[in-house]
């Protein structure tokens, strides 16, 4: 099982970068689970044709109780993918952490991994604070892989930067390692040689080079990832470049 979690800073398209690649181990043929980790709860909104599933996190707080079937906190998306989304605490009380925490603990009772049995996982995770919940997937053993979504501006790459230093200090624990860089571009005035400098410097690879699209916009607007909505265009094919790399990986791992 491929177990990656997608860090980056808010707004710098981690989702797009996520849905799509859900999208394209689906259209490979894989069996998938997209998580979103994200208080927004927007992760898997175009897997749903803009239909959002109910967030855990709601969920607990208008049934006042916990489900009694994964179905009651997921929807089933595009390429059977099954979307769940953790949510967060109401606006203003509590920790936004706590509903990764509370989502992956009730998870696990409902044994969700070993009744759908997937081929990948995939957690959306916010990356401009990296601790407490947010460092689940990488601290808890739930992802094996990060992937760090950024582009060229300043913040973006502070924000990695951070990501990847979290990532660093468990990597005597046996817990998720970086795998590459996924380049989400913007534009900026010299955005790859900013964006490969900082991979360079911590020894990562760019795995996916993403350019800024009007396609993506264009379905995201009618609730569809472009890989859904045109597997044919330049930006879709590099989605499903980065999920046949991935996936042919893990396979020489775990042949």
């Known amino acids: 099982m491929l177990k990656l979690a997608v ?7 981690k989702s797009t970068v996520t849905s799509n690649l859900a999208a394209a181990f689906a ?15 927007d992760s898997t909104i175009n897997l749903l044709g803009g239909d959002p599933v109910i967030p855990v996190m709601n969920y607990l707080r208008e049934h006042d109780r916990e489900p009694d079937d994964v179905a009651e906190i997921s929807k089933t998306g ?6 769940i989304e953790t949510g967060g605490p109401t ?8 509903g990764i925490i509370t989502t992956f603990s009730l998870l696990e009772e409902l044994k969700l991994f070993e009744r759908r049995k997937p081929d990948v996982v995939l957690y959306d995770v916010l990356g401009d604070v990296v601790c407490g919940g947010f460092a689940a997937p990488i601290r808890e053993g739930y992802a094996s892989q990060v992937l ?5 501006e300043k913040m973006a790459l502070y924000a990695a930067n951070n990501i990847y230093t979290a990532v660093q200090n468990f990597r005597d624990r046996g817990y ?21 400098a900082f991979a360079d410097a911590n020894g990562l690879p760019v795995v ?29 094919r590099r989605f499903l470049a980065l999920a046949e790399l991935l996936l042919n990986e893990e396979a020489e791992r775990n042949p």
């Open 91 to 98: 606006p203003g009380l509590g920790c936004a952490g706590r």
């Open 148 to 152: 760090i979504v950024t582009s060229g």
């Open 176 to 196: 998720a390692t970086v795998r590459g860089i996924v380049m989400n571009r913007r534009n900026v005035p010299g955005e790859e040689e900013k964006v490969r």
């Open 27 to 41: 259209r490979l043929g894989k069996n998938v689970i997209q998580i979103g980790c994200d208080p927004k709860a």
């Open 208 to 236: 996916a080079d993403i350019p800024r699209s009007d396609d993506i916009n264009r379905f995201e607007d009618a609730g569809r990832t472009v890989v859904e909505g045109d597997p044919g265009l330049d930006v879709s």
């Open 78 to 83: 595009f390429g059977g993918v099954l979307c």
């Open 7 to 13: 860090y980056g800073k808010g707004g710098i398209g």
